[in-house]
């Protein structure tokens, strides 16, 4: 699975960004899907997760009330708004994808990785 993230930029804080991931896969619906980030000199955190059916969303604590992940199936394509962004939010985000059975935040366990988008919230 090829994944494509964008829709990253400089924003001020308090501001908003939608992030995309594209995959180039007939099978993008059997997939978990998870955005992580990585701040410079940190290590790669889980932000949050959608099942295959969109039935339900894992959130990292620094992401409820403020991000929310949506699934389009049809169009192979998982989104990712961001509100309310704060200068701790700058981060490179990845979108990754994941054949397991449940929904797990260890990036090591995610199968397919899209290159990275740049998100910069200036304060």
């Known amino acids: 699975v090829q994944l494509q993230a964008s829709g990253g930029g400089l924003v001020q804080a308090g501001g908003s960004l939608r992030l995309s991931c594209a995959a180039a896969a007939r099978t993008f619906s059997y997939y978990i899907i998870a955005w992580f980030r990585q701040a410079p000199g940190k290590e790669r955190e889980f932000v949050e997760a959608i099942t295959r059916s969109s039935g339900t969303i894992y959130y990292a604590d620094s992401a409820k009330g403020r991000f929310t992940m949506s699934r389009d199936n049809a169009k192979n394509t998982v989104y990712l708004q961001m509100n309310n962004l704060k200068p701790e939010d700058t981060a490179v985000y990845y979108c990754?994808?994941?054949?397991?059975?449940?929904?797990?935040?260890?990036?090591?366990?995610?199968?397919?990785w899209g290159r990275g988008t740049l998100v910069t919230v200036s304060s």
């Open positions: 990754a994808a994941s054949s397991k059975a449940v929904v797990t935040t260890t990036p090591e366990m995610y199968d397919y």
